[in-house]
C-alpha cells in the first residue's frame, strides 16, 4: 500500500510520465527521426499541458522544426512553439533561449522574403 502510495505521488512530479516520454525527444532528433521526436513532444504535451515538463516540450518540438537536417523544417511553425514557451510559460528557464531563437528565426525569415523580393525584381527586369 505504501509502494503504490509513492508510485502515484512519483507519478504526479513526473508529469504523469511526461518526462520519461520527454528523454526520448533529444536522442530521437540525434538520429534524425524527427517525426519520432514530434510524437514524444506531443504526449509530454498531452500529459503535461499547463505545467512543467510541457515548456521543455514545446522547446524541444520548436528545434524539431529549426533542425537543419530536417527534410520538413519550417521556421514559423518553431517560431509560433517558442512563443508559446514565451506565453505560456513565463517561468521557464527557457524563455530568455526561446526569445534569441525568435529573433534569429525572423531574422532568417525576413531574409528569406528579402532575397524573394529581389528574384521577383529581376522577373520583372528581364521581361
Same mark, same amino acid.
Request: charge should be negative; glycine fraction near 8%.
Given at each position: ?10 507519478? $504526479? /512530479? *513526473?508529469?504523469?510520465?511526461?518526462? !520519461? +516520454?520527454? =528523454? ?33 516540450? $514545446? /522547446? *524541444?518540438?520548436?528545434?524539431?522544426? !529549426? +533542425?537543419? =537536417? ?24 527557457r524563455v530568455e ?27 520583372g527586369l528581364v521581361?
Amino acid at each position: 500500500m505504501a509502494l503504490s502510495a509513492c508510485s502515484s505521488v512519483g507519478t $504526479l /512530479f *513526473d508529469g504523469g510520465g511526461a518526462n !520519461a +516520454h520527454l =528523454a526520448q525527444v533529444e536522442p530521437l532528433m540525434v538520429q534524425h527521426d524527427f517525426e519520432g521526436a514530434l510524437r514524444e513532444g506531443q504526449e509530454v504535451l498531452a500529459l503535461s499541458p499547463k505545467s512543467p515538463p510541457g515548456d521543455e516540450a $514545446l /522547446f *524541444d518540438m520548436a528545434l524539431v522544426f !529549426a +533542425h537543419y =537536417a530536417n527534410p520538413k523544417k519550417d521556421y514559423r511553425r518553431s517560431i509560433g512553439l517558442f512563443s508559446r514557451v514565451v506565453k505560456e510559460f513565463p517561468r521557464s528557464p527557457r524563455v530568455e533561449e526561446a526569445k534569441i531563437w525568435i529573433g534569429v528565426l525572423e531574422s532568417i525569415e525576413k531574409a528569406k522574403q528579402v532575397d524573394a523580393d529581389i528574384e521577383e525584381r529581376k522577373k520583372g527586369l528581364v521581361k
